[in-house]
């Protein structure tokens, strides 16, 4: 009977500090989450690391989720300004220091915890503001799939390297280079629903196209070799519809080309402080892969 009892006791204080450790972990990571949303609130908005934007398809797809989760287990969520997919994008990369490579996905009762606190700060709206003008109106990568080894394209993370016509800067955007360096071969397509905003030639752009969304994203595509036929500006256009073709035109008066390899440089610039500024199109380039167009010639 008294081992029977020793066992009991044994098996009652393993349980006592099984719960015990859980109890403690909860209320670690409850305080640890509390004092990184008080970090946030707290500090500044870093605009460099806003404008390098950086995230993973399966991270944004998570986020959607939760999203959709919270939407669907309670409409009167639907109220909320905030409580939707740029809601919840927003706000895990400010916990996440701008980077959802690295960082990870809040969960939904972390995301309901915190974003009626963080969500009254200016730099969150103005945050949800930039995100909104890309990720609520991207459909379709830029440049279609051709379908062989020999007519690929190819692209890096280029963001602010150095360029030197028409004096030093850093490259604010993304060049889509073409692997058979033929001008006029490869389409490009609108990412976006949006307003030809732009159309004609810059020294630095040559033949560029410049689209505004409906959230007030701006998308610039420059280099082209031809635009679609008829497109002007003021034109309606749909995501996926042809503006031109890939070519090599700019550094020069109007009607220069050749002086450069054939690519696309797209630019993405949203609204930063009241002023248009561009953002690292990269990772929304890899993101927007997973919805890439089939063309065959």
């Not at 008080?38 to 870093?46: C, S, T, Y």
Request: aromatic share 12%.
């Amino acid at each position: 009977m008294t081992r029977h009892r020793s066992k009991r006791l044994v098996l009652y204080c393993i349980i006592l500090i099984a719960v015990s450790a859980t109890v403690s972990g909860i209320c670690l990571r409850l305080i640890s989450y509390e004092l990184q949303i008080r970090a946030v609130i707290a500090g500044e908005l870093n605009y460099d690391e806003l404008r390098n934007i950086r995230i993973k398809k399966s991270k944004l797809d998570r986020i959607r989720d939760y999203a959709n989760d919270l939407i669907m287990s309670n409409p009167d969520f639907k109220e909320h300004p905030y409580m939707n997919e740029i809601g919840y994008l927003t706000f895990a990369m400010m916990l996440s220091d701008y980077d959802m490579i690295k960082g990870r996905v809040p969960d939904k009762s972390n995301f309901l915890r915190g974003i009626g606190r963080v969500s009254r700060t200016k730099k969150y709206q103005e945050l949800y503001n930039c995100y909104r003008a890309i990720f609520a109106d991207i459909e379709y990568f830029p440049v279609p799939n051709m379908g062989r080894d020999a007519h690929r394209i190819s692209y890096e993370d280029s963001w602010l390297a150095l360029r030197s016509y028409g004096g030093y800067r850093g490259h604010e955007g993304t060049d889509i280079v073409a692997g058979n360096n033929l001008p006029g071969y490869f389409p490009i397509i609108s990412i976006t629903d949006g307003v030809v905003e732009n159309l004609g030639w810059l020294e630095q752009g040559g033949n560029r196209i410049g689209i505004r969304s409906k959230s007030g994203g701006y998308f610039y595509y420059a280099h082209l070799d031809s635009y679609a036929p008829e497109l002007k500006q003021g034109d309606t256009v749909v995501a996926g519809q042809l503006l031109g073709f890939m070519g090599d035109s700019g550094y020069g008066p109007e009607g220069t080309k050749g002086q450069f390899d054939v690519h696309l440089h797209l630019g993405i610039y949203v609204t930063i402080d009241n002023i248009e500024t561009s953002v690292n199109p990269y990772w929304i380039l890899r993101f927007l892969e997973y919805s890439r167009t089939e063309l065959l010639y």
